[in-house]
């Protein structure tokens, strides 16, 4: 006949209850209460091993198997609904709705779950969850014994078999739902079943004193009123009650008066005896309810929940593995075989990659010596885009300078704007240099400032000049202020300049020789049959001859500059005009 011990570890004890099992019969031989050091869940394996391993000694206990259950707080049990699907998809959409509603991560916990009876809602099951730590510090500490626990489960499970053992089946499936209250010391449960089946609990501690049974009461109402949205409309649930001899008169008149209900009392079921155990009566059952509880659910009458064996998805045979087989090993010829064509193929492709590469490297000397061309020409491009001559355009600007030794630069950039005329700006000037004082670069800036509709000038930087070494007067230097100046050019371009006497006469056209125009149409003003006028009589010795009159051209003069500022061609391409000599 096999011994069982079974444990309910809750916070700060340890309760333990032996029996032998034979079928349906369990046969309770001795029990224990203990403080361990820690709880069994904590890291602190080894003190724990050293104290179980002695308590077992002390009271000479050497089971065959150990059951395990947790109090309700120290785990997680949650209701959950599933849609409908097959039966073997539930362990599937179970972890997808935890995931869903847990705050932990699944892959943390140790979990398992039970099937309720299907009601007008649809299908749900009881998930309960442990977290994969404690599960594990839990198994070392009894490893101390030499055995580990066959199954593990929390005390609602425990309620719900010794109910389901307690009370003839007939009257289970005639309730629909009952109330179980468990009041062990200081720790209060509140399980609800229906039809036999754990649908929700609430877990509190209630601690010793003189407002004990107010609160114990608080939390049944707390839990009651939770309870109502799993029960069908005007269903009033059975109620049970399992607390020590010296609370369960006092709370069971308290709950009567408040929900009308009389409890009714849990005693040991049939086919449970503890003649070995206590034959004077002394010992109390209340405290090892949920022990004798888990006793029950290896009788095998009621589904239960195991954390060391969950359920999980079955894999489904394939019966076309043969099918398979075969399939693969003619993907593997095929594949070994296109994979040696591929391969010499590749090698062959290196090669003619490598030979180009080869190739293409004597073609980078010229590539590089062609690259200040390429960028030569981007740059003329640039130019030639924007309208802007550099050259004019910084000779120009650096006229507006002070005279004298007073600022020198050491850097013009030149930046052409390409595009779209972003605020009207045609390129920017930057410069740097340096200056004798700073006033200088004050006085060019209100300078350039002045000029109307010319320059937009961004407020100059000067680099700060470092500080003198300890205990040195700072020396005036020349030339020790060190500025950025940026300027945007903000107009069409600098005034063109007055063509020389030598762009004159080459621009000028002589008139052909037989006075007709070099196109053969007939002059303005003139029909084409027109007869031609009469040449003027020559003046004879002595007499003037009168002034020919040549056409006026019709475009307007040419503006000119300014003649307080220096003459400067616009040029409009990148080459510069050349002037042809005079002859």
Known sequence: MPQYLSLVIDETVVRGLVADVSGSRIDLVKSFAERPPSSLLSPETAQNQTWFRETLARHSIKPDHILVTIARDLGLMRRLDLPAVPQAEWPIHVGFQARTKLAQPLDSLAWDFLPLPKDDKGLAVQFTALTKSSLQNLQTSL??????????????????????????????????????????????????LQQGFVSATHAARIPAGDQRLPQILAEITRASLAFQKQLPPNTSPSLFLNAAPDVAPELSAELQKRFGLTPELLGLPTNVTATKLAADGSLDFSTYFEAIGTLLAKTGRHPSIDLLAPRRPQPKRDHRKRKIAILVVGLIAVA????????????????????????????????????????????????????????????????????????????????????????????TLSVHGKAQERNDIIKLEEKLIKLPGKYQVVPHRVKPEPPPPPGQQPQKKPYSVEFDLTVNIAYAGPPKTEKTDAEKSASETPPPADGKPADGKPPEGKPADAKPEEKPAEAKPGETKPAETKPVDSKPAEAKPDESKPAESKSTESKPTESKPTE
């Open 143 to 192: 490893s101390g014994s030499g055995l580990k626990a066959a199954q593990i489960h929390l005390t609602p499970v425990a309620v719900m078999e010794y109910l389901a053992q307690a009370q003839p089946s007939h009257r289970l499936q005639q309730v629909p739902a009952a109330i179980v209250i468990s009041l062990i010391e200081d720790r209060l449960e509140i399980t609800l």
């Open 336 to 427: 070994g075989t296109g994979g040696g064509l591929y391969a010499k193929n590749w090698v062959e492709q290196s090669h003619k990659i490598e030979d180009l590469k080869k190739e293409a490297a004597t073609y980078d000397p010229y590539l590089q010596r062609g690259e200040p061309i390429i960028k030569s020409g981007s740059t003329v491009e640039n130019w030639q885009l924007t309208k802007v001559d550099p050259l004019d355009e910084i000779r120009l600007f650096t006229s507006h300078f002070p005279g004298g030794d007073r600022i020198y630069l050491t850097e013009i950039q030149f930046d052409p704007i390409v595009g779209s005329n972003a605020g009207g700006h045609r390129g």
